[in-house]
Nanobody, 119 residues
Framework: QVQLQESGPGLVKPSQTLSLVCTIS??????????WFWIRQPPGKGLEWIGY???????YSSPALKSRTSISRDTIKSQFTLQLSSVTPEDTAVYYC???????????WGQGTQVTVSS
């Protein structure tokens, strides 16, 4: 059974780059069929899809965040990463990594990690 765990700093200063890592147990980003997602939930708001990396290593990001988002993977470490540049307090959220498919059906989630953007 696949398990995902997010890690990264809980506090980031405005204008800096937020960097998170999702470590996968019991699976790999190269497994056929699966997509590996980053999703966030700002306080008091719903879930917001950030982007994904697929089993080929191709990435796609939400148009609203595309200019600031970079998603990559380390297949040896079974990890994929999120970098979000030029953060503002509006990027404060709980960030999740998840596994899913091309129809955005998610079948496994990390527990989430709180990231606060503040000086």
């Amino acid at each position: 059974q696949v398990q995902l765990q997010e890690s990264g700093p809980g506090l980031v200063k405005p204008s800096q780059t937020l960097s998170l890592v999702c470590t996968i147990s019991g699976g790999s980003t190269t497994n056929n069929y699966y997509y590996w997602f980053w999703i966030r939930q700002p306080p008091g708001k719903g879930l917001e899809w950030i982007g994904y990396i697929d089993y080929w290593g191709s990435t796609y990001s939400s148009p609203a965040l595309k200019s600031r988002t970079s998603i990559s993977r380390d297949t040896i470490k079974s990890q994929f990463t999120l970098q979000l540049s030029s953060v503002t307090p509006e990027d404060t959220a709980v960030y999740y990594c998840a596994r899913g498919n091309g129809n955005f059906y998610y079948d496994s989630w990390g527990q989430g990690t709180q990231v606060t953007v503040s000086s």
